[in-house]
T-cell receptor, first 112, second 113 residues
Framework: QKEVEQNSGPLSVPEGAIASLNCTYS??????FFWYRQYSGKSPELIMS????GDKEDGRFTAQLNKASQYVSLLIRDSQPSDSATYLC????????????FGKGITLSVRP | DAGVTQSPTHLIKTRGQHVTLRCSPI?????VSWYQQVLGQGPQFIFQ???????GRGNFPDRFSARQFPNYSSELNVNALLLGDSALYLC????????????FGPGTRLTVT
């Protein structure tokens, strides 16, 4: 089993819809959770971090963490064509210093 | 404030050669981590340096080495390049070690022919 899995994708939604991106992780010692957005040919850009169970909202983005079920999700409300990108889920395991472990990413396409 | 900077932007090398990639972190950040990203995959952790000391090493061969300087900038060195080393090399900056947020530079695209 891979440490961080992002199995659903590619994902296509119409403009204005809610995009839901999911990620599961295997190490229960994971302490920090991040979502990065990566446009084609560019480097990853941090869009959300979450450290405790529950929801965290920032503008159109909401991150949700459930440590008991070992999943973290990202909701994008009112999706825009400019949200079309690959979204990478990453975790840091306790004791692993700053080592980010990434999933392979989900490609999101927002149709105008 | 300036973000993370990396140089060069692109690089083409021949198999067997050596390459040095450079990174300057965000001002005030003391930790630099290096990642390798091949097409279609998430970044893979190579090294972390904090306060000039190696704090983590990923599953990469000894051909890969790095160091951090007193001004917290960092270099990644790769010896005896292989075709499989072709990738986007990313540097990430964070205030310290642990679970802090990390911010990536623009990356160096290395092509080995």
């Amino acid at each position: 089993q891979k440490e961080v899995e992002q199995n659903s994708g590619p994902l296509s939604v119409p403009e204005g819809a809610i995009a839901s991106l999911n990620c599961t992780y295997s190490d229960r010692g994971s302490q920090s959770f991040f979502w990065y957005r990566q446009y084609s040919g560019k480097s990853p850009e941090l869009i959300m971090s979450i450290y405790s169970n529950g929801d965290k909202e920032d503008g159109r983005f909401t991150a949700q963490l459930n440590k008991a079920s070992q999943y973290v999700s990202l909701l994008i409300r009112d999706s825009q064509p400019s949200d079309s990108a690959t979204y990478l889920c990453a975790v840091i395991v306790t004791g692993a210093n700053s080592k980010l472990t990434f999933g392979k990413g989900i490609t999101l396409s927002v149709r105008p | 404030d300036a973000g993370v900077t990396q140089s060069p932007t692109h690089l083409i090398k021949t198999r067997g050669q050596h390459v040095t990639l450079r990174c300057s972190p965000i001002s005030g950040h003391k930790s630099v981590s290096w990642y390798q990203q091949v097409l279609g995959q998430g970044p893979q952790f190579i090294f972390q340096y904090y306060e000039k000391e190696e704090r983590g090493r990923g599953n990469f061969p000894d051909r890969f080495s790095a160091r951090q300087f007193p001004n917290y900038s960092s270099e990644l060195n790769v010896n005896a390049l292989l075709l499989g080393d072709s990738a986007l090399y990313l540097c990430a900056s964070s205030p310290g070690t642990g679970g802090h947020e990390q911010y990536f530079g623009p990356g160096t695209r290395l092509t080995v022919t």
